[in-house]
C-alpha cells in the first residue's frame, strides 16, 4: 500500500516540476488519441447515420464488417497493421511502421466500428421521429444526414466519448505497431507497460494517476457541454 | 535515432523484414545467419557482459556459490525447483536453452519449468513473485527494483558471457535502408569514444558493459 503514497507523490513531482519526458508521453497520448477519435467520428459518423436512413449498395457488407472488427482483438489488429505497414508488406514504401501515424491508423480501425455502431444505433431512434418530416421537406441524402447528427449532436459526445476512452486506454495494438520507441512512439500506457515490466511499480502507478484523471478532466469537459446544449 | 528495444529473436526478424536500419544484438549464432542469409553485412564485436543465475535466498536446490552453470541447472531440474524461463527466442532465452541442450535436458512441459513468454523485467517480476530461479544479464539485474527474496546465487562461469554484436542491415537487399546514419551509429560503437561510453556506463556505481576480449577485465567482482 505504500506504493499508492509514493505514485502519488510520484505523480505530483512529475507535473509539479514539469519533467520533459513526462510532458512528452502525455502529449503523444492526446495526441494519437485525438487524432485517431476525430478521425473515426469524420468516417464513421455519416456512415452510421447512413446505415439507419437507407438502403445503398454494401450496407449489409458494412454491417457485418463493422460488427466484426468490434470483437476483434486489439493485438490481432495491431499485427495485422504491423505486416501490412512493414518494408517487406504492401504499404511498406511509406515507411510508416514504428511512427506515430501507425499508432493512429491502428487505432482509427479500432475506433471506427464502436462510432459507426452507435451513432447507427442513435441515428435509428431519431430517423423514426424525424425521418417522416425530412422526407417530406425533400432533404437529400447528405442534407438528412447532416441534419440527424446536429439534433443528436449530445449522444454524439457520448460516441465521441466512448471512442476516446477506447483510444487512450489502447496499448496492445500501438505497442505492436509503434515499438514504443523512447521520446517518439512511447504514450501513457506504453510506459506503463514498460515501467511495470521494470518493476518501477510506484512509477507505473503514477502514471495511471495522470491518466485516469486525464480521462476523468476529458469526461467532465463533455459533460458540461453537453448540459449546455441541452438547454 | 529511434530505438525499438525487443529480444533479438525478435530484432533478427525485424531486421529480416527491412524494417530497420541496425541492429545490436546478442547471439552469436543467430547474428552468423543472418549474415549468411545476407539480410545484414559487417558484424562487429561491441561489448560483452555476463548472465547471473538469480534465485531465493532459500537456494532449494543448493546452488549458491557454484561456478559451474551446468551443474546448477542440472541440481534445479533433479530438485524440480521453480525456474522461470523467458520463452520468448530472446538472446538470454537462446543462451539458457542451450545450457539446458548441453546436458541434454527438455525442461519445456516439466511443472517446474515456467515458460513466461516475456521481456527480462516482466521475467524478473514473475520470478520474484514464484520465488524461481532465473537466468538474467547482471546490467537488468542491476537496473531491477522489485527484487523481493532473490539474489545473484551463480556467476563467473566462462560460458555465461554475452557478448554483444552490432550488425548493419544490407542495404543491397533493403534500398531503403539509412545507410549512412547507420553506418556513423555502427563505427562510432567500436571507436575509442563510444568504447569510452560503453565502460564508462555505471548503474550504482558498478560497470555493466565491458571491451575487448573477455578476460581483460573481469566483470564480476
Request: hydrophobic letters at 50%; proline letters at 4%.
Amino acid at each position: 500500500m505504500h506504493e499508492v503514497s509514493r505514485a502519488l507523490a510520484l505523480a505530483l513531482g512529475l507535473i509539479g516540476r514539469g519533467d520533459q519526458e513526462f510532458l512528452s508521453i502525455v502529449r503523444l497520448s492526446l495526441g494519437v488519441s485525438l487524432t485517431a477519435t476525430l478521425a473515426a467520428l469524420v468516417i464513421g459518423a455519416p456512415l452510421g447515420v447512413a446505415l439507419a436512413i437507407s438502403r445503398f449498395r454494401g450496407r449489409a457488407g458494412l454491417i457485418l464488417t463493422s460488427n466484426a472488427l468490434l470483437g476483434l482483438p486489439p493485438v490481432v489488429v495491431g499485427l495485422c497493421v504491423y505486416l501490412a505497414l512493414s518494408r517487406s508488406g504492401p504499404l511498406g514504401k511509406f515507411g510508416l511502421l514504428f511512427t506515430p501515424a501507425a499508432m493512429v491508423v491502428a487505432q482509427l480501425i479500432l475506433l471506427t466500428p464502436i462510432v459507426i455502431a452507435l451513432t447507427h444505433r442513435m441515428a435509428a431512434g431519431l430517423w423514426g421521429e424525424y425521418g417522416g418530416a425530412l422526407m417530406v421537406d425533400g432533404a437529400s441524402g447528405p442534407r438528412s444526414i447532416a441534419i440527424i447528427l446536429a439534433i443528436g449532436r449530445a449522444t454524439m459526445l457520448t460516441v465521441f466519448l466512448a471512442a476516446f476512452g477506447r483510444a487512450i486506454s489502447e496499448v496492445g495494438a500501438i505497442i505492436v505497431v509503434g515499438g514504443n520507441i523512447r521520446g517518439y512512439t512511447r504514450t501513457m500506457t506504453t510506459a506503463i507497460a514498460l515501467e511495470t515490466s521494470k518493476g518501477e511499480l510506484a512509477l507505473a502507478l503514477a502514471l495511471g494517476m495522470v491518466l485516469i484523471a486525464l480521462s476523468f478532466a476529458v469526461n467532465a469537459v463533455a459533460f458540461l457541454l453537453a448540459r449546455a446544449w441541452r438547454k | 535515432m529511434h530505438v525499438v528495444a525487443v529480444g533479438t529473436g525478435q530484432a533478427l526478424a525485424i531486421g529480416a523484414r527491412g524494417d530497420a536500419d541496425a541492429l545490436l544484438v546478442h547471439d552469436r549464432k543467430g547474428e552468423d545467419k543472418f549474415i549468411a542469409d545476407r539480410n545484414g553485412i559487417d558484424r562487429r564485436d561491441v561489448m560483452y557482459n555476463d548472465f547471473v543465475l538469480v534465485g531465493p535466498k532459500s537456494d532449494p536446490a543448493g546452488v549458491k556459490g557454484l561456478r559451474d552453470v551446468q551443474e546448477a541447472f542440472a541440481r534445479i531440474a533433479h530438485a524440480s525447483a521453480s525456474f522461470a524461463s523467458r520463452g520468448d527466442d530472446s538472446g538470454t532465452n537462446r543462451m539458457e536453452l542451450r545450457i539446458w541442450s548441453l546436458l541434454d535436458l527438455e525442461p519445456r512441459g516439466a511443472s517446474w519449468y515456467r515458460e513466461l513468454g516475456s521481456g527480462m523485467g516482466a521475467t524478473l517480476n514473475t520470478a520474484v513473485e514464484m520465488n524461481a530461479y532465473v537466468l538474467t544479464d547482471r546490467a537488468s539485474w542491476a537496473h531491477f527494483q522489485n527484487r523481493g527474496d532473490l539474489a545473484i546465487l551463480v556467476e563467473g562461469d566462462k560460458r555465461l558471457l554475452n557478448p554483444y554484436g552490432s550488425i548493419l542491415v544490407n542495404p543491397a537487399k533493403w534500398p531503403n535502408v539509412k545507410a549512412e546514419p547507420a553506418r556513423i551509429w555502427h563505427e562510432w560503437l567500436t571507436s575509442a569514444d563510444g568504447q569510452a561510453a560503453i565502460t564508462s556506463y555505471r548503474v550504482n556505481g558498478e560497470q555493466l558493459f565491458f571491451v575487448g576480449k573477455p578476460g581483460d577485465s573481469a566483470p564480476s567482482q
